[in-house]
């Protein structure tokens, strides 16, 4: 439930930090909004995908003559067809071998997983082409199956891809500080021998959709979708169709939720487009949400081996060594960037100095993994607070000290991390006194103790500590294939005055629910001198209309960096000339020019004075009443490209500037497990977010809320998993227990600001925040089983586990957690 009330009084000119309320919800509410499946082109075809009921198989052949017979089917392909129809394979961001993957937009040859796709077929309507897809007879050759990340880079494991010759997409060893010499000289090695971070999906509202013309008049193609990330799938598609950038046309208006999940689209869109070219029509295809779940893409899945920790005897952890599994899937979609991701956090909320990771991504027969909230970033920061709460575990350390005394403080910052990441702000301790004091932390630790063994039920408390890192630095794909040539950053943004003295913005970004609209109204507002609600925000994506860079859109937590520094950066510039027009029409120095509510007077002397419309009728229906020189220079219509401060990170050392903002978020719970049915029910829970200066705070709670309950849901219900043959297991909501409204417990917020001193408007990208509660949930899970030798290993915790957790003491099952023996004696000599 919010507790931030909407602030519809806002003075002139300060709305930043206001709650102003959100302009996109009226016309969102009440069902005026613009989605993919709302789009409709003249003679458009209904697409449906045909896919693969098997995880490994040779397609032997592929036979539409059935289909195609039937009335109001208009076309077919086939994954040979595909590949004769293409350039080129897409683009693989992966160095050799993985390289030489060779993916087209329907299989070819074999499938690789269970929802592989391997024709599609456009008819009429959409439930025809459904129908026609069902007759589509395709003969397959099973193949040997692997699903398991570890299992798939041994030796004599089925491949996937024969001409890469492996399993392994990428591996690489991180190593910064000294490892060796920490586990030499601490005074206790804690040992871990697995823990296992499962799959899941944030399974947004609306599912994929687009609808692709290739017109054959102007040899365009329009694409219609809720891709997230227009400008990579444009650069992935364009070189497999053979289509240069200028005739790839990509537009999206509304779209319902994204979180990573709808980056990777482009294959359907590839196909589609080559569908539409043979039929002569549009093609529309909108994603069934069984469709959805087996292919769209899954969050990162990824095991941790032989994890060795060096802790002193105060408590100061110098750092731990690991080994790293990702699963990704049968293909590379934006992966092996994973592989790297994760080294933006790479000490998470602490000062660990030493660190080594031996990393290793792998194919198997699953979905292929895409980004999902909190990108890679998620698993790593899950194995540090793990650590965290094994350490104080295994070594009687209270889980609050520890942390306190390893986290980065406050007069740290800016803070630089082993690997040359720079965290710019932060008050971590602060944050969790709050949290603590939220959930009345004292009270249930005294309930802790009174309720004791033999009730039936345990209480535990649990603290999460994340990092959301936010505006990638894209030269960090080069510590993953140093032959890339990417790196920085940037959006754009148009700010224009009109001819009629109004104020219109458009960006570059791909809004799906984060309120650009409001927040970009805001920001122009204020450096304009004028309301919010007197700024048009125009919404969504359109390549023939918007301003863009190469990686426009919207991911990695950076809007309130990029996309608002080039909102503020367009509206200075445009501020700028409206007061140099000013000045000359009121004969007044630029320096003595104000602007306040559409007007522009000069200091002192309000009665000389001329509005926005004054100034744009100057430029746009009178110029020859300016100055040459004025007239040539100023247009009103200001584009601004803002370019984060970074540089080219080292691949050799691995180090660099991985990213520009950290927010942090500390939650706690309070957690109550029945002993008899491992049923977990959560009695408090509490959120402290730290994204620097909050430009609207109730749409910072708004997001705070969502992550939280997604990462409730993956915690405690959601998981993607699959059987030996490679079938998955959830492939609808019946399976896949999506969080709902009467799961979600009473979430208490609060915040504190550390402005960012490296941004334009001192704040952070925030919305990939929803970590947090795994960690504290698995935190909690952990407390509650007390003294016993149980460890909570894997980050998906649904009842039957926990039952298995809370009477694992009664089957002897080994530990898998280890101290020292030198540690060990050290122990018993202290107490």
């Not at 350039?87 to 269970?114: C, G, M, N, T």
Request: charged share 20%.
């Amino acid at each position: 439930m919010s507790t931030t009330p909407a602030d519809t009084a806002v003075e002139i000119g300060r709305s930043i930090g206001v709650s102003v309320p959100r302009r996109e919800d009226r016309r969102l509410l009440q069902g005026q909004g613009e989605f993919a499946d709302d789009v409709w082109m003249h003679r458009q075809g209904y697409a449906h995908f045909v896919r693969s009921p098997h995880a490994h198989a040779r397609i032997v052949s592929v036979d539409t003559r059935r289909a195609l017979a039937l009335d109001g089917v208009y076309a077919a392909l086939t994954g040979e067809e595909v590949k004769e129809l293409c350039e080129s394979p897409f683009f693989q961001i992966a160095p050799e071998p993985a390289a030489k993957i060779a993916e087209y937009p329907l299989a070819v040859d074999k499938v690789r997983y269970h929802g592989d796709a391997v024709a599609v077929v456009l008819a009429e309507t959409r439930e025809l082409a459904r129908d026609a897809a069902g007759l589509v007879d395709v003969e397959y050759e099973l193949l040997p199956v692997v699903v398991d990340g570890v299992a798939a880079a041994e030796a004599d494991a089925p491949l996937l891809h024969e001409q890469v010759g492996t399993n392994v997409a990428w591996h690489g060893v991180f190593d910064w500080g000294d490892v060796d010499w920490a586990l030499e000289n601490a005074d206790h090695v804690v040992e871990i021998d697995h823990l296992h971070f499962h799959r899941f999906s944030s399974t947004p509202l609306e599912c994929n959709a687009a609808v692709v013309h290739w017109d054959p008049g102007t040899d365009t193609v329009q694409v219609k979708s809720n891709n997230q990330m227009p400008m990579f799938a444009s650069m992935v598609i364009g070189p497999t169709l053979g289509v240069a950038s200028n005739r790839l046309l990509f537009a999206s208006q509304d779209i319902g939720g994204a979180f990573g999940n709808k980056i990777g689209s482009y294959p359907q869109i590839a196909a589609l487009a080559l569908l539409s070219r043979k039929a002569g029509r549009p093609a529309k295809w909108t994603e069934y949400r069984t469709e959805h779940m087996l292919s769209c893409g899954h969050g990162n899945e990824r095991t941790f081996l032989d994890t060795r920790v060096a802790v002193m005897k105060d408590g100061t952890i110098l750092g731990f060594k690991t080994r790293a599994f990702d699963d990704a899937g049968a293909y590379l979609h934006y992966e092996p960037l994973g592989a790297v991701i994760w080294s933006q956090v790479s000490c998470g909320c602490y000062r660990l100095k030493h660190l080594h990771v031996d990393y290793t991504e792998t194919l198997t027969n699953k979905c292929p993994t895409i980004p999902n909230r909190g990108y890679s970033r998620l698993q790593h920061l899950w194995l540090i607070e793990r650590i965290i709460d094994i350490v104080a575990h295994e070594l009687g350390f209270d889980p609050v000290e520890l942390r306190k005394r390893n986290y980065v403080q406050p007069d740290d910052y800016p803070y630089e991390t082993p690997n040359g990441c720079v965290y710019d702000s932060g008050d971590l301790p602060r944050s969790l006194d709050i949290a603590l004091e939220l959930i009345d932390h004292d009270k249930w630790r005294a309930r802790q103790r009174e309720l004791g063994r033999g009730s039936g039920k345990r209480i535990g408390i649990g603290i999460g500590s994340t990092l959301d890192s936010g505006t990638n630095n894209f030269g960090q794909a080069r510590i993953i294939n140093p032959e890339l040539p990417f790196s920085g950053n940037g959006e754009a943004a148009y700010v224009k005055l009109d001819l009629y003295g109004e104020v219109n913005v458009n960006l570059g970004t791909t809004p799906q629910g984060q309120s650009h609209e409001t927040t970009a109204a805001q920001v122009v507002g204020d450096v304009l001198g004028m309301g919010p609600e007197q700024v048009h925000v125009t919404a969504g994506f359109n390549q023939q209309q918007n301003t863009y860079v190469a990686f426009s859109g919207t991911y990695a937590s950076q809007f309130a960096v990029t996309g608002l520094g080039a909102a503020k950066g367009a509206a200075e510039k445009l501020r700028a000339e409206i007061i140099e027009v000013a000045a000359f029409a009121l004969e007044a120095d630029a320096e003595d020019i104000e602007l306040a509510d559409g007007m522009c007077s000069v200091r002192g002397d309000q009665e000389r004075a001329i509005p926005f419309i004054g100034v744009a009728n100057l430029i746009y229906a009178n110029n020859a009443a300016l100055p040459t020189e004025l007239r040539e220079r100023i247009s009103l219509n200001c584009r601004h490209v803002y370019v984060p401060p970074f540089e080219v990170p080292d691949p050799d050392k691995k180090r660099g500037n991985l990213t520009l903002t950290y927010a942090s978020q500390i939650h706690a719970c309070v957690v109550e497990i029945d002993e008899d049915t491992g049923h977990v029910e959560i009695l408090e829970y509490a959120a402290v977010d730290d994204c620097g200066k909050r430009i609207n705070p109730r749409i910072v709670e708004g997001q705070v809320h969502g992550a939280t309950a997604l990462g409730i849901g993956a915690a405690l219900y959601e998981s993607f998993e699959y059987d030996g043959d490679g079938q998955l297991q959830q492939a609808s909501f019946y399976d896949y227990h999506a969080i709902t409204a009467l799961d979600a417990p009473d979430i208490k917020t609060a915040d504190i600001e550390s402005p960012s001193p490296f941004t334009p408007n001192g704040a952070k990208g925030m919305g990939e925040g929803g970590g947090a509660p795994l960690h504290a949930i698995c935190s909690a899970i952990q407390d509650a089983l007390g003294d016993q030798d149980a460890i909570v290993s894997d980050s998906h915790n649904p009842w039957e586990r926990v039952w298995w957790l809370v009477h694992s003491g009664e089957r002897g099952e080994p530990r898998g957690v280890r101290v020292s023996a030198q540690a060990a004696a050290s122990a018993e000599g202290e107490s």
